[in-house]
């Protein structure tokens, strides 16, 4: 009972019946009656504010109970939420306790499960994250004496919370996870690093092969690419938000300098040096050309700061593997047709011949001179396939005008005929406005 609602008389504006019962605290009250469950603290509205409150009754009672939450917390039920929750409150009081051997083994040993709910796997992400700001070299010491972690991870990476908690892992592992302003003190900023918590190159296989596996839902697929990719961009220069002063401060050698600072990661080492052939060989898992074309991108980059070295030989793997790419963009699986938007009935390109383009189109960057004149009759040829694909043209198009000194331009195959306002060319082989509208109707013939 409240302070004023036990003051008050009947009549009084603060009694219970006056209302009163608004000053009233019903968890106080259940945790004075010294009679009550832990589902009993679990099902009151007011448990989370109190606990943020650090209510000294309700912190003193959970401190005892944390096993047991531990164990609500991988069920699949409402109370599951709020026990996850009550850790999310970040009570060192009660949280402290989550690093011992038992409690952290109990919170890893959720990913032994063969089914892993939504709900489970995201309480299992929330102290999954709680443990790491806990005290993170203490985590990755413990995970490095589990030799079945990491493939406990992978087996459940179709779940984003699970593959979000690995990517948290593997940020302090293969890169710099610490901001300027968090930097770890004490006894952790002097605890050595020493060996990784798993080997890089074991790492990027398990994650690779994930591609190779058409039993696994899509999204491990994704999620996979995903966590390949942020090793890409860990070893990618990043420009410095830009300021309220417009970044003036910071000048384009200053910005130069900063990029060629920038390290490769061990993962993305292991990327470069041996994985090319085997994410080639899961072609076309959309994983697989997400990975390929991030890193074609960052040869690119690469190549600008003059240090396209080390992504020699991937580019090159790529390039001697150019026609497996094509049969994908010549003949996806299911093209169905669909309404447009403006209201026309026409083919679907498909995503994974997109992926195709996409890939196809970062190695011509990589490489200008890599389409041979029959890809590019491939390529030209699907804008009068699919005429409403906007995308699609705008990549075909950027192909053609990158090629515009070549000889496939000039070459006896095709003739090139500039009419604005006109439309001439050979049925089926026609197409009008593949350019900008100020640069006149471009069409090719064969």
Same mark, same amino acid.
């Given at each position: 009972?409240?302070?004023?609602?036990?003051?008050?008389?009947?009549?009084?504006?603060?009694a219970?019946?006056?209302?009163?019962?608004l000053?009233?605290?019903p968890?106080?009250?259940l945790?004075?009656?010294?009679?009550?469950?832990?589902?009993?603290?679990?099902?009151?509205?007011?448990?989370?504010?109190?606990?943020?409150?650090?209510?000294?009754?309700?912190?003193n009672?959970?401190?005892?109970?944390?096993?047991?939450?531990?164990?609500?917390?991988g069920?699949?039920?409402?109370?599951?939420?709020?026990?996850?929750?009550?850790?999310?409150?970040?009570?060192?009081?009660?949280?402290?306790?989550?690093?011992?051997?038992?409690?952290?083994?109990?919170?890893?040993?959720?990913?032994?499960?063969?089914?892993?709910?939504?709900?489970?796997?995201?309480?299992?992400?929330?102290?999954?994250?709680?443990?790491?700001?806990?005290?993170?070299?203490?985590?990755?010491?413990?995970?490095?004496?589990?030799?079945?972690?990491?493939k406990?991870?992978?087996?459940?990476?179709?779940?984003?919370?699970?593959?979000?908690?690995?990517?948290?892992?593997?940020?302090?592992?293969?890169g710099?996870?610490?901001?300027?302003?968090?930097?770890p003190?004490?006894?952790?900023?002097?605890?050595?690093?020493?060996?990784?918590?798993?080997?890089?190159?074991?790492?990027v $296989? #398990?994650?690779?092969?994930?591609?190779?596996?058409?039993?696994?839902p =899509?999204?491990a697929? +994704?999620?996979a690419? !995903?966590? &390949?990719?942020?090793?890409v961009?860990?070893?990618?220069?990043?420009?410095?938000?830009?300021?309220?002063f417009g970044?003036?401060?910071?000048?384009?050698?200053?910005?130069?300098?900063?990029?060629?600072?920038?390290?490769?990661?061990?993962?993305?080492?292991?990327?470069?040096?041996?994985?090319?052939?085997?994410?080639?060989?899961?072609?076309?898992?959309?994983?697989?050309?997400?990975?390929?074309?991030?890193?074609?991108?960052?040869?690119?980059?690469?190549?600008?700061?003059?240090?396209e070295?080390?992504?020699?030989?991937?580019v090159?793997?790529?390039?001697?593997?150019?026609?497996?790419?094509?049969?994908?963009?010549? $003949? #996806?699986p299911?093209l169905?047709?669909?309404?447009?938007?403006y209201? =026309?009935?026409?083919? +679907?390109?498909g995503? !994974?011949? &997109?992926?195709?383009?996409?890939?196809?189109?970062?190695?011509?960057?990589a490489?200008p001179?890599?389409?041979?004149?029959?890809?590019?009759?491939?390529?030209?040829?699907?804008?009068?396939?699919?005429?409403?694909h906007?995308?699609?043209?705008?990549?075909?198009?950027?192909?053609?005008?990158?090629?515009?000194?070549?000889?496939?331009?000039?070459s006896?195959?095709?003739?090139?005929?500039?009419?604005?306002?006109?439309?001439?060319?050979?049925?089926?082989?026609c197409?009008?406005?593949?350019?900008p509208?100020?640069?006149?109707?471009?069409?090719?013939?064969?």
């Open positions: 009972m409240s302070l004023f609602a036990s003051l008050a008389s009947d009549q009084d504006l603060w219970a019946d006056s209302g009163g019962d000053f009233q605290n968890l106080q009250e945790l004075e009656t010294d009679n009550f469950s832990l589902e009993d603290v679990l099902g009151q509205q007011t448990l989370i504010q109190e606990l943020r409150n650090m209510n000294e009754m309700l912190v009672y959970l401190e005892t109970k944390v096993p047991e939450l531990l164990a609500l917390s069920g699949d039920s409402d109370s599951a939420d709020l026990a996850s929750e009550v850790f999310a409150c970040d009570v060192s009081q009660i949280n402290d306790l989550l690093l011992s051997e038992e409690n952290m083994k109990a919170i890893f040993s959720l990913l032994e499960k063969d089914s892993f709910p939504p709900r489970t796997a995201g309480n299992f992400a929330k102290l999954a994250t709680v443990l790491i700001n806990q005290e993170r070299q203490r985590v990755l010491a413990w995970l490095k004496g589990q030799p079945e972690s990491l406990n991870f992978v087996r459940h990476i179709h779940s984003d919370s699970v593959s979000g908690a690995l990517r948290q892992l593997l940020d302090l592992v293969d710099d996870m610490h901001d300027e302003d968090d930097e003190e004490g006894e952790e900023a002097a605890a050595p690093v020493g060996p990784p918590l798993w080997d890089p190159e074991v790492v $296989s #398990a994650l690779v092969s994930v591609f190779a596996d058409d039993a696994v =899509k999204t697929h +994704t999620n690419a !995903e966590t &390949l990719m942020d090793a961009a860990r070893s990618s220069y990043q420009p410095p938000q830009p300021t309220s970044g003036w401060n910071t000048s384009i050698d200053q910005e130069a300098e900063q990029q060629q600072k920038v390290p490769k990661t061990p993962m993305m080492e292991v990327l470069l040096k041996s994985q090319a052939g085997a994410l080639i060989k899961a072609l076309p898992n959309r994983g697989s050309f997400h990975i390929l074309t991030r890193i074609l991108e960052f040869s690119i980059d690469a190549k600008e700061r003059g240090d070295q080390d992504t020699t030989a991937f090159d793997e790529i390039q001697s593997n150019l026609g497996s790419v094509f049969p994908t963009l010549d $003949s #996806a299911g169905s047709v669909v309404m447009t938007t209201g =026309k009935r026409a083919p +679907t390109f995503i !994974e011949r &997109l992926l195709a383009l996409e890939l196809v189109a970062a190695l011509s960057a490489r001179t890599v389409l041979s004149d029959d890809q590019m009759v491939v390529l030209f040829g699907f804008i009068a396939r699919f005429p409403t906007s995308i699609l043209h705008s990549v075909v198009t950027n192909l053609i005008l990158d090629r515009g000194g070549d000889p496939w331009r000039d006896p195959r095709y003739r090139r005929v500039v009419r604005p306002g006109t439309r001439e060319c050979a049925p089926g082989s197409v009008r406005g593949a350019l509208a100020d640069s006149g109707s471009v069409e090719f013939r064969a």
